[in-house]
């Protein structure tokens, strides 16, 4: 038996928990709702006596439920309902209230009384109009008790002829205070839905983190100039974000525990609350930046981030110095544009050769013809060169050099990062699969095909892109100013 205190840090944590107290309102007035009509099938007429807090919302939801059943139902009210699901309970209530003054007049001609007076709410001594409401009822007809008597424990609490008790009996409940106690299961959480709330709220609390991760890199980045010294501490905190994930992709894990019986047995309660509604998933979506399959953008609600990691990354590479020389810098435009344009012709002549190789037919040479121009198109901004596109080639084509190791560890890391994410959305889609199968999802999308689908997205297109253009170290231009990178080499 546990002391009343006790189960009012129940209730808290079930709400912590995602259970939602109204639903458990709802239960545990049909609950004694049905055992007030088994146990007295003759009485029609009855008087539900309310509190300001739970204990009263659970007594309108019987008054409702009781009327709705064809029973003559009045209620009388000790003062207006405290919390919000009292008072959703109360309008939901289309009968009359009455004041306390008018209980007695009302039990003279009622078969049965419902106590919803205060329940295991009460703290202290009984006070008007409480103590008064209990004497009226205790001379009254039958008292049918929710939860428990008000005022169990005191000299002047209600003695009813039957208790519906929640959850457990409770300290101090006896046939003696309670009459015949009836202990009703209100639905507090099976284990495997307690399980289901609590990995929920561990990918959360990692999300916080993830969030707070990724805001920090990239405000170090989000800079006119960002000091090489800076570039380690921005990697620092994406490497958190890459582990956070890693460790998240093998928390499906422990989910997967939950077989398909297990989770339609409370799938219902659900509605259609899904993973759509995860704040904390948007927000990181958003501060990454958007989504592109093939070129277009993946439609979402939720909030813009004026500087994603996307937009702050891009412009921090189109600073990177190519062949030595900066973007402001007299003549960079020409440098950059040379530099694209012996790279475009070695890859093209690669291209070209390695089209022989294969034999040399005109769909061969067609296909590496059109990767070539697939590359043209890549650099080109009007009629000048991307700068962020150029820096990133420049990076990741010269990545021995000093200067660059920490600029090529920042673009590798980004890129982990995005795979990281992918993997934990397809390992997710892999579990959700295993218990769902291929059954539309509680949010309404089409289930495993659209979190498959969202597994193709990819925000940092232009780190993916770059990979296939990448060419072996001896095609390269050769590099003009080494000098410049901290590479003793020929110049
Ligand atoms: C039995 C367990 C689970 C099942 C069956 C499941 C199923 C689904 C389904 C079918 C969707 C697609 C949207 C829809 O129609 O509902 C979805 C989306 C989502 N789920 Fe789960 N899920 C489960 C557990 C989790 C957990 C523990 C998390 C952790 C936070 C989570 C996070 C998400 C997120 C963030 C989305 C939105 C994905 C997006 O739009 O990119 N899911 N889930």
């Known amino acids: 038996m546990l002391p009343l205190a006790e189960f009012r840090v129940l209730d808290h944590n ?81 009968g009359e209230v009455h004041p306390p003054q008018a209980l007695a007049k009302l039990l003279s001609g009622a078969d049965v009384a419902v106590d919803a007076l205060l329940g295991s709410g009460l703290r202290g001594e009984l006070r008007e109009p409480y103590r008064e409401m209990v004497t009226v009822l205790n001379d009254g007809p039958t008292v049918v008790a929710m939860d428990v008597p008000s005022g169990l424990g005191l000299p002047e609490a209600v003695v009813p002829k039957l208790t519906v008790t929640f959850h457990a009996m409770k300290e101090g409940m006896d046939t003696a205070s309670c009459g015949e106690i009836i202990v009703a299961d209100i639905g507090s959480p099976s284990s495997d839905e307690l399980h289901f709330i609590i990995v929920h709220q561990n990918f959360e609390l990692w999300f916080k983190l993830v969030i707070s991760e990724l805001r920090a890199a990239r405000d170090i980045l989000d800079r006119d100039y960002v000091a090489e010294t800076r570039i380690p501490r921005a990697v620092h905190h994406l490497r958190r974000v890459i582990e956070t994930f890693r460790l998240m992709a093998q928390q499906w894990k422990v989910m997967e525990t939950l077989t398909p019986q ?57 600073r990177t110095p190519i062949m030595g020389s900066a973007p402001g810098d007299a003549g960079d435009d020409a440098v950059v544009a040379r530099f694209i344009e012996d790279y475009l012709a070695a890859h093209a002549m690669l291209g070209a050769e390695t089209a022989e190789r294969y034999g040399g037919s005109p769909k061969v040479r067609a296909r590496f013809a ?122």
């Open 14 to 94: 079930a709400v912590a928990l995602g259970t939602d107290l109204g639903e458990l309102m709802e239960t545990a007035g049909k609950a004694v709702a049905d055992a007030l009509r088994e146990r007295f099938p003759h009485a029609q007429h009855i008087i539900v006596a309310c509190g300001s807090g739970n204990n009263g919302g659970d007594g309108f939801v019987t008054a409702r439920l009781l009327a709705d059943a064809g029973l003559e139902v009045a209620v009388v009210l000790a003062g207006e309902p405290r919390s919000a699901i009292s008072r959703r309970a109360r309008d939901r209530w289309k």
């Open 262 to 318: 297990d989770f339609l047995n409370f799938r219902d309660k659900l509605g259609t609350a899904s993973g759509f509604e995860s704040l904390q998933m948007r927000e990181m979506e958003a501060l990454l930046g958007p989504q592109l399959l093939d070129g277009k953008p993946r439609e979402m609600d939720g909030p813009a981030e004026p500087r994603p990691l996307v937009a702050v990354v891009g412009d921090w590479l189109a």
């Open 370 to 491: 059109a990767e070539a121009e697939g590359a043209r198109e890549f650099f080109a901004d009007g009629d000048r060169v991307d700068r962020a596109r150029a820096g990133l080639l420049f990076i990741e084509s010269y990545r021995e050099l000093p200067l660059l190791a920490w600029p090529r560890r920042l673009v590798d890391t980004v890129v982990e990062l995005e795979q990281q994410m992918v993997l934990w959305r397809s390992a997710h889609a892999r579990m959700v699969e295993r218990i769902i199968g291929r059954r539309i999802g509680t949010g309404g999308s089409s289930g495993v095909d659209y979190l498959d689908m969202t597994t193709r997205y990819r925000i940092f297109v232009d780190l993916w892109a770059v990979r296939t253009l990448l060419m072996k170290k001896e095609a390269l231009p050769n590099l003009r100013q080494p000098n410049f990178y901290g590479f003793a080499g020929e110049s």
